[in-house]
């Protein structure tokens, strides 16, 4: 497979989002809010920790349509919860979920196709906030709802790893 030009390695196809984000929002917050699908990456890097996905609900709730509800867990605890909707419009994609039981973000990358990321809103609670957007491909849609601790960010910090001191380097050039 090959790259998409200009993609730097993006995990979606380009997109402008264009959404303007409400104020309120920490610079932590704002970066999951516009992830455009590597939450995963973005918090297992933050903590230095594998982050653990639970599923569940998995419910096919027409022949083409399919609801999901998803948790994600760091450190043992939860941070963030997904509800989506996947419609199907192309068989050789809804066969691939039915049969093989591929998850719908591995599904993309089976059928060789990047996904368009739009975020459709974004908002907050008392204790969370939360963000709905849709990736679209040529055979199937996800409409995901995903909400997130406010404290996501700080309920861990003392597990952060720090960063380590590096001696410092002495270059020389001779002439």
């Known amino acids: 497979?090959?790259?998409?030009?200009?993609?730097?390695?993006?995990?979606?196809?380009?997109?402008?989002?264009?959404?303007?984000?409400?104020?309120?929002?920490?610079?932590?917050?704002?970066?999951?809010?516009?992830?455009?699908?590597?939450?995963?990456?973005?918090?297992?890097?933050?903590?230095?920790?594998?982050?653990?996905?639970?599923?569940?609900?998995n419910h096919k709730r027409e022949q083409c349509v399919y609801d999901r509800q998803i948790a994600m867990l760091v450190l043992g605890q939860q941070f963030m919860s997904a509800k989506?909707?996947?419609?199907?419009?192309?068989?050789?994609?809804?066969?691939?979920?039915?049969?093989?039981?591929?998850?719908?973000?591995?599904?993309?990358?089976?059928?060789?196709?990047?996904?368009?990321?739009?975020?459709?809103?974004?908002?907050?609670?008392?204790?969370?906030f939360w963000r709905v957007y849709t990736l679209t491909a040529s055979g199937m849609t996800c409409e995901i709802t995903e909400t997130f601790a406010e404290d996501t960010f700080d309920k861990w910090a003392d597990q952060v790893p720090h960063a380590t001191h590096c001696p410092s380097i002495t270059y020389s050039v001779a002439m």
């Open 1 to 57: 497979r090959q790259p998409v030009r200009g993609s730097l390695g993006d995990i979606m196809a380009p997109n402008q989002t264009g959404m303007d984000l409400p104020d309120g929002f920490t610079p932590l917050q704002r970066m999951l809010l516009t992830a455009n699908g590597n939450v995963e990456r973005i918090i297992s890097s933050y903590y230095a920790s594998p982050v653990t996905t639970y599923v569940a609900l």
């Open 84 to 128: 989506s909707t996947i419609f199907f419009t192309d068989a050789k994609w809804h066969e691939h979920i039915a049969k093989q039981g591929a998850q719908p973000g591995a599904l993309f990358r089976r059928m060789s196709e990047m996904p368009t990321f739009k975020l459709r809103s974004v908002g907050k609670g008392p204790s969370y």
